[in-house]
């Protein structure tokens, strides 16, 4: 593994937490929640690069743009949309086909070889993540908008990640700053235009920067650093591991309650992903 590539698991790292500061705030509206996380976000961003005299690296073109906010935003609108018109536990389980979505497009958009020890560490995180989150649930046609939503979201990271190696060359990491920001004033509009109004407490507002600085912060900086010059084949199938830990970490928090399912979900998690760094890697086609 080089830097980027541990950068890229820095990031999943940090999404672990997500759920246990999702699940701190509970109270407050998502879209609320998003537009102060990447108002941290992005504000920190702006700071390191005023210090460092890049902001010039603002200055990026509409595809560039359109590819930042639209990751961002769309991701997050599409899971919050799913999260809120089909049951928790089916949209966290088809979200989190966009682990497998990475590695698979990797393969298509950016011509990079999958071996058989990728396709076995790939097929243990997918049924790990299933006994995760799909257990004694059963899908209802009632909630089909939410399903899709929650299939669009997976598409749309996995997309996002995968075109910024792309166009790595093209657009550098500093960037995000001003995505972080575009997206935090879009979601404080469709706060406004779709949530009820909501005024954080300290609480709140101690948790949702500490959020902002950590899993709706940092890590997307580290994911995207990883996806452009780490292996991102590498990465997609070692991001499994974060509905496993997120889970570990509310158990421990004494938010959810401990199963033998859960102990071996991260088992086949965690050996799919140790199965998948093991490779040599192969050239790209």
């Given at each position: 593994m080089?830097?980027a590539?541990?950068s890229g698991?820095?990031?999943?790292?940090?999404w672990?937490f997500?759920?246990l500061?999702?699940?701190?705030e509970?109270?407050?509206?998502?879209l609320?929640l998003?537009?102060i996380g990447?108002?941290?976000s992005?504000?920190?961003g702006?700071?390191w690069?005023l210090?460092?005299?890049?902001i010039?690296?603002?200055h990026?073109?509409?595809?560039a743009?359109?590819?930042?906010?639209?990751?961002?935003?769309?991701y997050h609108?599409l899971?919050f949309?799913?999260l809120?018109h089909?049951?928790?536990?089916?949209?966290?389980?088809?979200?989190?086909l966009?682990?497998?979505?990475?590695?698979?497009l990797?393969?298509?958009?950016?011509?990079?070889?999958?071996?058989?020890?990728?396709?076995?560490g790939?097929?243990?995180?997918?049924?790990?993540?299933f006994?995760?989150l799909?257990?004694?649930?059963a899908?209802?046609a009632g909630?089909i908008?939410?399903?899709l939503?929650?299939?669009g979201?997976?598409f749309?990271?996995?997309?996002?990640s995968?075109?910024?190696?792309?166009?790595?060359?093209a657009?550098?990491t500093?960037?995000?700053?001003?995505?972080?920001?575009?997206?935090?004033i879009?979601?404080?509009?469709?706060?406004?235009?779709?949530?009820p109004?909501f005024?954080?407490?300290a609480?709140n507002?101690?948790?949702a920067?500490?959020m902002?600085?950590?899993p709706?912060?940092?890590a997307?900086?580290?994911?995207?650093?990883g996806m452009?010059q780490?292996?991102?084949?590498?990465?997609?199938?070692l991001a499994y591991?974060?509905p496993v830990?997120?889970?570990l970490?509310?158990?421990?928090y004494?938010?959810?309650g401990?199963?033998?399912a859960?102990?071996?979900?991260?088992?086949?998690?965690g050996?799919?992903?140790l199965?998948a760094?093991?490779?040599k890697?192969?050239?790209?086609k």
């Amino acid at each position: 593994m080089n830097r980027a590539t541990l950068s890229g698991i820095g990031a999943i790292a940090l999404w672990a937490f997500l759920a246990l500061g999702a699940r701190a705030e509970a109270g407050v509206p998502p879209l609320l929640l998003t537009a102060i996380g990447f108002g941290v976000s992005g504000l920190a961003g702006m700071g390191w690069l005023l210090a460092r005299g890049q902001i010039s690296v603002l200055h990026q073109p509409p595809r560039a743009w359109a590819h930042g906010v639209g990751g961002l935003f769309g991701y997050h609108a599409l899971y919050f949309f799913a999260l809120s018109h089909a049951p928790a536990a089916q949209a966290n389980l088809l979200n989190y086909l966009w682990p497998l979505l990475i590695v698979l497009l990797s393969a298509w958009l950016l011509g990079l070889h999958l071996s058989l020890q990728h396709w076995l560490g790939i097929g243990l995180g997918l049924v790990g993540s299933f006994m995760l989150l799909g257990q004694g649930v059963a899908f209802s046609a009632g909630f089909i908008p939410g399903y899709l939503a929650a299939v669009g979201a997976a598409f749309v990271w996995a997309l996002y990640s995968v075109l910024a190696r792309k166009w790595s060359v093209a657009v550098p990491t500093g960037a995000l700053a001003g995505f972080c920001l575009a997206t935090a004033i879009l979601a404080a509009l469709a706060h406004i235009l779709f949530e009820p109004s909501f005024t954080p407490t300290a609480t709140n507002w101690l948790v949702a920067c500490l959020m902002g600085l950590g899993p709706l912060g940092a890590a997307f900086y580290l994911w995207d650093y990883g996806m452009k010059q780490g292996d991102p084949r590498l990465i997609g199938t070692l991001a499994y591991i974060t509905p496993v830990a997120s889970t570990l970490l509310l158990v421990l928090y004494g938010f959810a309650g401990f199963s033998w399912a859960l102990g071996l979900a991260a088992v086949l998690v965690g050996g799919g992903g140790l199965l998948a760094s093991s490779f040599k890697t192969s050239p790209a086609k």
